[in-house]
C-alpha cells in the first residue's frame, strides 16, 4: 500500500540551530515527492520537489531535501532554523496530482 | 494575481443538513482536488477533477459529493452533514497532472452540531 511516515509529531528546535525532518515512503513506482509548509490558520505551500535527476533539491526559505531510494526516504534539512520556520510540515508522494500526504511533524522554534 | 479562493471560510450547521463549499482558482488550471485535514489524520484526498466533467472519488469520498462545470470551480457538497464532518477542508489545483505540484487555498473550516 502507498503511504507515507513521518515519525517525528513534534520537534523543538532553537533558533540557528540545524534541522532535519524525517520522511519514509511506500510507493509501488518511483515517486514523485514533495515537501509543503502550513503556517496556522493558512493553505499549505510547496517548499520542493524531486521529480528526478540530482537527489539533492533546493527548495524555498533555505530549505533543501536529500532523495534516498535505498532508505525510502525524503528528509527535510535547513543549515540555520529562524523564529519563522515554526510552522507544521508534510511530506507527500504520488503522481498525477493524486497526492499522499503523511501526518505532518509540527516544528517549534526557541529564541 | 492568480489565486484559488474558498468560501465560506467558517462555517456551523446541524446534523443532516446539506452544506456546499465552494472553490475558485484563477489559474486556468484543469486539475483541482478537495481534502480534508483532521489532527492525527494529515490531509486527506476526498474528490478531484482533471477537467470539465470529469470527477473522481478519492480516499474518503463517502458523504460528499462534486460536479465540474467549468475550469475554475469545484464545489463541494455534503448531501447530509455528519458530525464525523466537522474538518478544516482545503481545495487545490494544479496546471499538470504529472508534476503533482498543488496550489492550496486557504480553508475552510466546518463544523457539525
Known amino acids: 500500500a502507498q503511504s507515507v511516515t513521518q515519525p517525528d509529531i513534534h520537534i ?12 519514509n515512503y511506500s510507493y509501488g513506482a518511483t515517486p514523485y515527492l514533495f515537501w509543503y509548509v502550513q503556517s496556522p490558520g493558512q493553505g499549505l505551500q510547496l517548499l520542493l520537489k524531486y521529480f528526478s535527476g540530482d537527489t539533492l533539491v533546493q527548495g524555498i526559505k533555505g530549505f533543501e531535501a536529500e532523495f534516498k531510494r535505498s532508505q525510502s526516504s525524503f528528509n527535510l534539512r535547513k543549515p540555520s532554523v529562524h523564529w519563522s520556520d515554526a510552522a507544521e510540515y508534510f511530506c507527500a508522494v504520488g503522481s498525477q496530482g493524486n497526492l499522499i500526504f503523511g501526518k505532518g511533524t509540527k516544528l517549534s522554534v526557541k529564541p | 494575481d492568480a489565486e484559488i479562493t474558498q468560501s465560506p471560510r467558517h462555517k456551523i450547521t446541524e446534523t443532516g443538513r446539506q452544506v456546499t463549499l465552494a472553490c475558485h482558482q484563477t489559474w486556468n488550471h484543469n486539475n483541482m482536488f478537495w481534502y480534508r485535514q483532521d489532527l492525527g489524520h494529515g490531509l486527506r484526498l476526498i474528490h478531484y477533477s482533471y477537467g470539465v466533467q470529469d470527477t473522481n472519488k478519492g480516499e474518503v469520498s463517502d458523504g460528499y459529493s462534486v460536479s ?3 475550469t475554475e470551480d469545484l464545489p463541494l457538497t455534503l448531501e447530509s452533514a455528519a458530525s464525523s464532518q466537522t474538518s478544516v477542508y482545503f481545495c487545490a489545483s494544479s496546471r499538470t497532472r504529472n508534476t503533482g505540484e498543488l496550489f492550496f487555498g486557504e480553508g475552510s473550516r466546518l463544523t457539525v452540531l
Do not use: I, K, M, P
Not at chain 1, 12 to 23: D, K
Open chain 2, 68 to 70: 465540474r462545470s467549468n
Open chain 1, 12 to 23: 523543538t528546535v532553537s533558533e540557528g540551530a540545524s534541522l532535519e525532518l524525517r520522511c
